[in-house]
């Protein structure tokens, strides 16, 4: 085998993929609404928001189908929503009915939504204040979702005009949780889509819906998994003109509709619900509207990617304020700031050392690769080659000139190496040289597993590490073995283990913290126990810089050899 590491007169900062961050702004200030469960946060957020309608919307807060299409009727109706378990009228729910003390109450559902004696209890609760007047219990519910959806389009229409309907899946809350927010600014519908499969079942449902938008404007929330492609085209019949916004997850579609559709207030704040389950933003829908402002859509955590995205939008936005619906177990302090979010190791293995799509190549005999214009600095390489003679793969630049050795090998081979150019020369090529078949596949740094506390394999192994510094002890069956670590995404690196060329049983060295790439080489059974940092443990391995670092191939201090030149074809077999 050859070396691992290859030689570069200078190293750049910007690997492939590496994404640099914008100078962090100044941070909003963070509030929060919330209870002590779902039902009890639909009561906090509507003590919060500005309602002047004397109606209150009762839904099952345990599924979001039937408050998801309420929600812009009761912002259109200046009403309240509260959500409540399908056979018990929770106590702050109630609490909260006393208080409105409404003339009517709206069940939303079915009775296996909402349970007549929860209905019974709601209009007892609105009569608790002992006023003569009477209150009105109502039922709007269909024998299904669809059915209760167009039943709500149909009240909408009896207080006034219907400016738009919004199409969005009955099946998956996401998409649509942010549409109900826009739709009840402008008196606008939410309809549910069906997600039967069958041609009748889509012809039934486009028989229904499609008389309900006629001579409306349709907004579909969502990519086809939400909406499909059938039922759009089934709608342009009707429709005065569909138009569908998606964004590449939920996380996007939600700050794409509140762009396409931006909140007239001036006030600078911004509602952030989660977008991993639905309660929170069912209620906060109807805030959002009567108060008119953004909701947006978070991750339970801090996201590396999507956070930054949100904090983006609030910069654009000019908000000051942000305010998040639910606890802190709903949506974290940090995701609620806007981060900065810390990386997982992998994402700060991506950072250091960059991303690209997985590459697969296989064959019969030597070859030739081109890997791409960019070229790839640093990647695990996945082989199995199946010749019983000598099987190399070599590392070329642009000007296909060689860089390094990561594989050669006397006898079938499988395993794992590390390709590692450094920045400033890229591998563009790999000549494979073998008379047999072979598969090789290259991965991204960040994509391999995380070190573990043993490990063991029989072959050549890359695994990144995150941890403090450790002692570690290795053992291997004899032949070649070699442990290193890429630190700082290739500025330095150190090499734990080098040893040739009988069995090592219990060596001990010392690991530098991470974030590091670790690399294995063996040709023979190997483990490593990694402990708790031992201060006293052998430090034989100093941080390198790759400028000027001798290769496995050329210096003899690290195996034990005599020095070959780059031109030998040099097999581990002949390493003994």
Known sequence: MRALLALAAALSLVATGLVTAAPAAEAASTTRIAGSDRFATSVEISRQTPATGDVVYLANGLKFPDALAAGPVVAAEGGHLLLTPPNQLHAAVAERIRELAP??????????????????????????????????????????????????LERLRESGGVNSVWVASGANFPDALVAASVAGRDRSAVVLDHHAPTPQATQAWLDRVGPQVAGLRVNIAGGTPSVSAADQQGLLVHAAEIQRYAGSDRYQTAMLINQQFPAASTEPAMLLATGQNFPDALAGAVHAALRDVPMLLTPNAC????????????????????IGLGSSA????????LGPCPLTLPQTIAAQYGTF???????TGSRLIDLGARGIPYAQLRATMSSGGVNRVVMLDADRQLLDEPISYQ??????????????RPVRYLNVETTGTWTLRLTDLSSAPTLGTPLSGDRDAVFIYGGPARTVTASHGGNLFAVIELLDGGASYRVPFQHCCEPLNGSISTMAAGPAVVAVMSDSP????????AADAPVDAEPRSPANAPSLLTEPSLLGEPSQTASDSVTRSSIR
């Open 411 to 424: 006898g079938p081979y499988s395993g794992t190496a590390l390709l590692a150019a450094f920045h400033e």
């Open 330 to 337: 709903t949506i974290s302090d940090l995701a609620l700031r």
């Open 103 to 152: 003339s009517e109450i709206v069940v939303v559902g079915s009775a296996a939504s909402v349970s007549d004696a929860v209905a019974a209890a709601a209009l007892a609760a609105a009569q608790a204040d002992g006023d003569e007047a009477e209150e009105t219990l109502t039922r709007v519910g269909g024998a299904n979702r669809v059915e209760t959806s167009l039943l709500l």
């Open 357 to 363: 799509a997985p590459q697969q190549h296989s064959g």
């Open 303 to 322: 996201h590396a990617t999507i956070t930054p995205k949100l904090q983006a939008e609030a910069d654009r936005l000019g908000v000051t304020t942000v």
């Open 526 to 533: 190997w483990r490593l126990t990694v402990r708790e940092f």
